[in-house]
């Protein structure tokens, strides 16, 4: 059980612990994004990829709140893959080991990732609170935005462009 389980709000540290566990530097978030398409479906949420590998994700308003203006969340899969020089850590292979220092979660020997880990486990906490009143709701997740912003300015556009019937 990760330290982070023990601060609040507790769905969104539980999320992000889930994100520092798999790893995704850039050109290497299959895995993460994998999960994150398989968790939304699990939720009963609406979520498609496109061909880059950007994911939309959609959650129906709350009954009443349907005619309200969707709201759209975005952030982006990948992390900068940075560590000590005293580390050996392999970000293809290794999970990022988050831990609590004070008032600071911070990593043993790597950067953190929270850009945009805590972005996406935000984006997600939202769409996983059945107790939040709102109309519809958007999470666009962009592909290996760290290294040139390669699924920002692909088809992800037209994803989050497109409206789902349903």
Not at 40 to 54: I, P, S, T, Y
Not at 134 to 146: D, F, I, R, S, W
């Amino acid at each position: 059980m990760s330290e982070l389980s023990q601060l609040t709000p507790q769905p969104l540290w539980d999320i992000f612990a889930n994100i520092c566990s798999i790893p995704h530097p850039s050109y290497h978030e299959e895995a993460l994004a994998t999960h994150i398409v398989q968790w939304a479906q699990d939720k009963g949420l609406f979520a498609e990829r496109d061909q880059v590998g950007n994911i939309l994700i959609r959650k129906p308003a709350t009954p009443g709140y349907e005619n309200r203006r969707p709201v759209a969340m975005q952030a982006h899969l990948d992390m900068v893959p940075q560590k000590n020089s005293d580390t050996t850590h392999d970000f293809t292979q290794d999970p990022i080991q988050p831990w609590v220092d004070g008032d600071w979660v911070k990593a043993r020997g790597t950067t953190l990732g929270a850009d945009n880990g805590i972005g996406m486990a935000s984006a997600l906490a939202v769409l996983a609170d059945d107790s939040l009143e709102h109309g519809p709701l958007e999470v666009l997740l962009t592909m290996t935005e760290e290294t040139g912003y390669g699924g920002r300015f692909r088809p992800a556009a037209r994803l989050a462009a497109k409206r789902n019937p349903h």
